[in-house]
T-cell receptor, first 114, second 110 residues
């Protein structure tokens, strides 16, 4: 596609529920990133994929968070047993090969846990 | 550890220059970036500077880097109302992840 596409754009879920957020990166980009942005804060790194593998998952806050990219293109961020503190905008980004290549961000998925 | 700090708010008159400042802690940063975020839109990369450079100019944007003081600034010349947004400074150390500041909200008034 022309840019990084994320769905859903908005998601309201009840505490304790399971949520999946999808990211469709720019076609041909091998590097894919997930960030989380809480209200009034800058984005915080969660995980980085190079192809199908997670090259750096040091930003995932706990084992309720998991991300996959099975075919090296679309990625899904999965959050189990959601908590109110998980409410944030989840940003996906991609770049051609990673490294110093420009990183392009999607518009984000706004998650609200009630 | 890695930390990036910015002032929260800046207000300027249309046509004036804006200067947004940022300090970072990791001296091994390789690239430093400025991103713009408008309401309802994704982060847009404005410009970046490699850590061995002191200055970079790109049309109305000038980036200054003082590596000794770990200080980065973004100057926007002839600021317009369309420049109103939140500006994020970010650093990368090993280039696979970015560390962002909290953002500076720029308000431009006529």
């Amino acid at each position: 596609g022309a840019g990084v596409s994320q769905t859903p754009s908005n998601k309201v879920t009840e505490k304790g529920k399971y949520v999946e957020l999808r990211c469709d990166p720019i076609s041909g980009h091998t590097a894919l990133y997930w960030y989380r942005q809480s209200l009034g804060q800058g984005p915080e790194f969660l995980i980085y994929f190079q192809g199908t593998g997670a090259a750096d998952d040091s930003g995932l806050p706990n084992d309720r968070f998991f991300a996959v990219r099975p075919e090296g293109s679309v990625s899904t961020l999965k959050i189990q047993r959601t908590e109110r503190g998980d409410s944030a905008v989840y940003l996906c980004a991609s770049s051609l090969t990673g490294g110093k290549n420009t990183i392009y961000f999607g518009e984000g998925s706004w998650l609200t846990v009630v | 550890g890695e930390d990036v700090e910015q002032s929260l708010f800046l207000s300027v008159r249309e046509g004036d220059s804006s200067v947004i400042n940022c300090t970072y802690t990791d001296s091994s940063s390789t690239y430093l970036y400025w991103y713009k975020q408008e309401p309802g839109a994704g982060l847009q990369l404005l410009t970046y500077i490699f850590s061995n450079m002191d200055m970079k100019q790109d049309q109305r944007l000038t980036v200054l880097l003082n590596k000794k003081d770990k200080h980065l600034s973004l100057r926007i010349a002839d600021t317009q109302t369309g420049d109103s947004a939140i500006y994020f400074c970010a650093e990368s150390v090993n280039t696979d992840k970015l560390i962002f500041g909290t953002g500076t909200r720029l308000q431009v008034f006529p």
